[in-house]
């Protein structure tokens, strides 16, 4: 996922969520629906059935009827649980981790310790979310046995249901013996930020080879066994036509509306980061301004004597 904060980058608990768009009133996101088909899957994936965890299988239905969904960022059990509560279907433990979370510059210094931490703190946050974990830099690089190794051990100790890792014709053999060993894999093209220190942060694809080798490697990762392919940093009309190439579903992060989902780094979008922002991000909160308000208001109450009060005491 990109940084936090991108140097010389194009510039840019409460009451429960409301249910999902047509909705009954009165629906909540944390409101059970009725309406499963007979093989299990949730009728509709934001706000969907509760009674289990998202799966691969629900995303690729709903490629086939249509439905474009959200997936979010989290790093941890109590953020991760707010998202799971408010109906967010997938959830990525990215090594976004490394800007958002951890205090690196980059995504580049995060281990495959501190993923698997953190991973386990979601999936111990959520009950219905699909929790998918990045491959961090050097975690997959050597070979497919590496790859292997890794993804095995979030699966086995973390508990997340799917691994993402970065790159199209260099990470296909990767893929392809992940998938076949009955770990999902999520695909990474366009912009990779593991890859920083030779691409730099900057749309990716522009001119037409480079856009003939995306759409190559997008097809590529399909047919290696990727569910799905996140689309960073490129062009609009080119993630349209990868999202009509593929079977699978399209994520995109500053890829334009035609992609089959969208994610967002959940503290960009709810206004923690600080800071320039990248040009494709949203903030929908601003919490920065909301917690940074609170801690203020504790710190005067208690140097002015007004708390803690009677009712905040024992006797």
């Given at each position: 996922?990109?940084?936090?904060q991108i140097?010389?980058?194009?510039?840019?608990?409460?009451?429960q969520?409301?249910?999902?768009?047509?909705?009954?009133?009165g629906t909540?996101?944390?409101?059970?629906?009725?309406?499963?088909?007979?093989?299990?899957s949730?009728?509709?994936?934001?706000g969907g059935?509760?009674?289990?965890?998202?799966?691969?299988r629900d995303?690729?239905?709903?490629k086939?009827?249509?439905?474009?969904?959200?997936?979010l960022?989290?790093y941890?059990?109590?953020?991760?649980?707010?998202?799971?509560e408010?109906?967010i279907?997938?959830?990525?433990?990215?090594?976004?981790?490394?800007?958002?979370?951890?205090?690196?510059?980059?995504?580049?210094?995060?281990?495959m310790?501190?993923?698997?931490?953190l991973?386990?703190?979601?999936?111990?946050?959520?009950?219905?979310?699909?929790?998918?974990?990045?491959?961090?830099?050097?975690?997959?690089?050597?070979?497919?046995?590496?790859a292997?190794?890794?993804?095995?051990?979030?699966?086995k100790?973390?508990?997340?249901g799917?691994?993402?890792?970065?790159?199209?014709?260099?990470?296909?053999?990767?893929?392809?013996?992940l998938?076949?060993a009955?770990?999902?894999?999520?695909?990474?093209?366009?912009?990779?930020?593991?890859?920083?220190?030779?691409?730099?942060?900057r749309?990716?694809?522009?001119?037409?080879?480079?856009?003939?080798e995306l759409?190559?490697?997008a097809k590529?990762a399909?047919?290696a066994g990727?569910?799905?392919?996140?689309l960073?940093?490129?062009?609009?009309?080119?993630?349209d036509?990868?999202?009509?190439?593929?079977?699978?579903?399209?994520?995109g992060?500053?890829?334009?509306?035609?992609?089959d989902?969208?994610?967002?780094v959940?503290?960009?979008?709810?206004?923690?980061?600080?800071?320039?922002?990248?040009?494709?991000?949203k903030?929908?909160?601003?919490?920065?301004e909301?917690?940074?308000?609170?801690?203020?208001?504790f710190?005067?109450?208690?140097?002015?004597?007004?708390?803690?009060?009677?009712?905040?005491?024992?006797?």
């Amino acid at each position: 996922m990109s940084p936090a904060q991108i140097p010389n980058a194009e510039a840019a608990q409460t009451p429960q969520a409301p249910g999902p768009p047509g909705a009954p009133e009165g629906t909540t996101a944390g409101t059970v629906r009725s309406g499963s088909s007979a093989t299990g899957s949730p009728s509709t994936l934001y706000g969907g059935a509760r009674n289990r965890r998202v799966t691969v299988r629900d995303l690729a239905a709903a490629k086939e009827r249509g439905e474009k969904w959200s997936m979010l960022t989290a790093y941890d059990a109590m953020t991760a649980s707010v998202f799971d509560e408010s109906g967010i279907p997938v959830l990525l433990v990215g090594d976004s981790m490394g800007n958002c979370h951890l205090g690196y510059e980059t995504t580049v210094p995060v281990t495959m310790d501190e993923m698997a931490l953190l991973s386990a703190a979601v999936v111990r946050g959520t009950k219905r979310a699909l929790v998918v974990a990045d491959l961090p830099f050097g975690a997959y690089q050597e070979g497919p046995t590496q790859a292997l190794r890794n993804a095995m051990r979030l699966v086995k100790e973390s508990g997340v249901g799917a691994v993402k890792l970065e790159g199209g014709e260099r990470s296909l053999a990767q893929t392809e013996l992940l998938a076949s060993a009955g770990i999902p894999v999520m695909a990474h093209l366009g912009l990779t930020p593991q890859s920083v220190n030779s691409m730099g942060y900057r749309v990716q694809a522009r001119n037409e080879q480079d856009a003939h080798e995306l759409l190559r490697d997008a097809k590529a990762a399909q047919q290696a066994g990727a569910f799905a392919v996140v689309l960073e940093m490129v062009p609009a009309q080119l993630a349209d036509e990868v999202s009509q190439a593929l079977q699978v579903p399209t994520i995109g992060i500053g890829a334009g509306p035609h992609c089959d989902a969208q994610v967002l780094v959940w503290t960009d979008m709810a206004g923690l980061t600080p800071g320039r922002l990248p040009r494709f991000t949203k903030q929908y909160a601003q919490l920065r301004e909301t917690l940074g308000g609170a801690a203020q208001a504790f710190a005067a109450e208690v140097a002015d004597g007004r708390f803690p009060l009677a009712e905040h005491s024992f006797n």
